[in-house]
């Protein structure tokens, strides 16, 4: 349950951090990212890391119930 808490406060950190779109803040030109580009380099990926994580919890919820009813346990 704890990591579940954890995954909804690193959610909520993502969306509400960045306004700015993907394309605005991942400008890769020759002069060095600033505070601001490190920061919103950070946020881009972490929200993809969220979303790897997501999509790995519901596959591995829809496997767990699959396998719980191919046993026979209901819970």
Same mark, same amino acid.
Do not use: N
């Given at each position: 349950?704890?990591?579940?808490?954890?995954?909804? %406060?690193?959610?909520?950190?993502?969306?509400? !951090?960045?306004?700015?779109?993907?394309?605005?803040?991942?400008?890769? !030109?020759?002069?060095?990212?600033?505070?601001?580009?490190?920061?919103?380099?950070?946020?881009?990926?972490?929200?993809?890391?969220?979303?790897?994580? %997501?999509?790995?919890?519901?596959?591995?919820?829809?496997?767990?119930d699959k396998?719980?009813e191919l046993?026979?346990? %209901?819970?």
């Amino acid at each position: 349950m704890l990591s579940y808490l954890t995954l909804k %406060a690193i959610k909520t950190a993502v969306e509400v !951090g960045m306004v700015r779109s993907a394309a605005e803040t991942l400008s890769l !030109g020759p002069e060095p990212l600033g505070e601001a580009g490190q920061e919103a380099l950070f946020h881009f990926h972490l929200r993809g890391l969220f979303s790897v994580l %997501a999509h790995l919890t519901e596959k591995s919820q829809s496997l767990t119930d699959k396998y719980m009813e191919l046993i026979g346990v %209901a819970y």
